[in-house]
T-cell receptor, first 112, second 113 residues
Framework: DGGITQSPKYLFRKEGQNVTLSCEQN?????MYWYRQDPGQGLRLIYY???????QKGDIAEGYSVSREKKESFPLTVTSAQKNPTAFYLC???????????FGPGTRLTVL | QKEVEQDPGPLSVPEGAIVSLNCTYS??????FMWYRQYSRKGPELLMY????GNKEDGRFTAQVDKSSKYISLFIRDSQPSDSATYLC?????????????FGAGTQVVVTP
């Protein structure tokens, strides 16, 4: 089955801890994206990567970090510097120059 | 002011009715327009894609773009309870980095049997 997997589905974290969200795709897509979804705000872009070993900040990158060491993987670290980390996090991928993004099932992060 | 505005709803319609959804935007450079459907606690899936102005039809779905009014619409004919979901619009300009879209907040649709 081709697609995007995100793990875990639910994640709980204590304040002050860093946490890493996993995103893997087997669609052979060049580009990968991380979004945050909050009620009433739609999807906001955190980081995106159009090629391995390169990534760009999105609209709300503060308090987050990413790496893109492999084409199929784009992990997101939510650091303790992120002031309001509780949200639904979505990973997506797309082929080069394509307008269609394929989304993973999401990870719901709750900070206790 | 957000670049893309979308009424959050909920929009409740009886089964078989036409669902009418829309987004307004402020950036006249937007050229690529998408509609995504998102079921509860799932990732969005692409429904329709339109470039520039005009209409596009796919089965029960019709997407319209009116660039002069900076307004896009999605119509769902013969709505079914399985159409109950949140519908997100997304758009970008031709000079924006490919894949870097602006999303609306989403409209929740409830189709009642």
């Amino acid at each position: 089955d081709g697609g995007i997997t995100q793990s875990p589905k639910y994640l709980f974290r204590k304040e002050g801890q860093n946490v890493t969200l996993s995103c893997e795709q087997n669609l052979n897509h060049d580009a990968m994206y991380w979004y945050r979804q909050d009620p009433g705000q739609g999807l906001r872009l955190i980081y995106y990567s159009q090629i391995v070993n390169d990534f760009q900040k999105g609209d709300i990158a503060e308090g987050y970090s990413v790496s893109r060491e492999k084409k199929e993987s784009f992990p997101l670290t939510v650091t303790s510097a992120q002031k309001n980390p509780t949200a639904f996090y979505l990973c997506a991928s797309s082929a080069r120059d394509s307008n269609e993004q394929f989304f993973g099932p999401g990870t719901r992060l709750t900070v206790l | 002011q957000k670049e893309v505005e979308q009424d959050p709803g909920p929009l409740s319609v009886p089964e078989g009715a036409i669902v009418s959804l829309n987004c307004t935007y402020s950036n006249s450079a937007f050229q690529y327009f998408m509609w995504y459907r998102q079921y509860s606690r799932k990732g969005p899936e692409l429904l329709m894609y339109t470039y520039s102005s005009g209409n596009k039809e796919d089965g029960r779905f019709t997407a319209q773009v009116d660039k002069s009014s900076k307004y896009i619409s999605l119509f769902i004919r013969d709505s079914q309870p399985s159409d109950s979901a949140t519908y997100l619009c997304a758009m970008r300009g031709s000079t924006d980095s490919w894949g870097k879209f602006q999303f609306g907040a989403g409209t929740q649709v409830v189709v009642t049997p």
